[in-house]
């Protein structure tokens, strides 16, 4: 059996302000930084085979204390990526709000392209790839995966069999944790968005 932990970056000041997207030098502030030392402990004593994770700051810096609790490095896998959001990257949320087309691709966001980024089933099909192949490369193994919300989301909505314009009924808050086993090649999600302590982890 494969277990697979999908863990949100911890927070950064632009969460719920601005769609950092891909941009460079967004990083953990204060709360994040502790979020990310508290991560150790709320995995202690679930032992984890290896550490990916996406190769924007945020997400190395939450990888970055579990990785050296349990003396493993934190690999950077481009799949784990945030969302392209293309034109829309790093503008601010009050400002999209009267965007024509920012309404419509939330009512339908499995329909529409990001202007000049990608398509939620494009983030999807990058997320499953990347679990695909580490299911090939460590087998029977518990694997944390450090991500960012929509691709999380994405990749959960097609496990639980969702269509991808339901995703914004998935919660995945910064520093939250979801597991997904995978037996005999199918998957159960155990948890989703789990802020504390990981009971489903231990039973």
Request: aromatic share 4%; glycine share 8%.
């Amino acid at each position: 059996m494969n277990r697979i932990l999908l863990i949100r970056h911890c927070a950064t000041n632009a969460i719920g302000h601005r769609l950092s997207g891909r941009a460079p030098g967004v990083e953990l502030n204060a709360t994040g930084r502790a979020q990310a030392m508290q991560l150790a402990d709320r995995l202690g004593g679930i032992p984890l085979d290896a550490i990916y994770t996406s190769p924007l700051e945020r997400a190395r810096q939450t990888a970055l204390p579990l990785a050296r609790d349990r003396g493993l490095e934190a690999l950077v896998l481009p799949q784990l990526q945030e969302l392209d959001y293309g034109l829309w990257q790093g503008a601010r949320l009050e400002d999209l709000a009267g965007d024509p087309y920012w309404e419509v691709y939330n009512r339908s966001r499995g329909l529409y392209r990001i202007p000049g980024g990608e398509t939620l089933a494009e983030a999807q099909i990058r997320m499953l790839q990347a679990v695909e192949w580490l299911r090939a490369e460590h087998a029977q193994a518990t694997l944390a995966l450090v991500s960012h919300c929509d691709p999380i989301r994405a990749l959960l909505a097609h496990l639980l069999g969702m269509p991808l314009d339901f995703i914004d009924r998935l919660d995945v808050m910064p520093a939250s944790i979801s597991l997904v086993e995978f037996a005999n090649g199918r998957p159960k999600v155990r948890c989703i968005n789990t802020l504390g302590n990981l009971p489903c982890l231990r039973s």
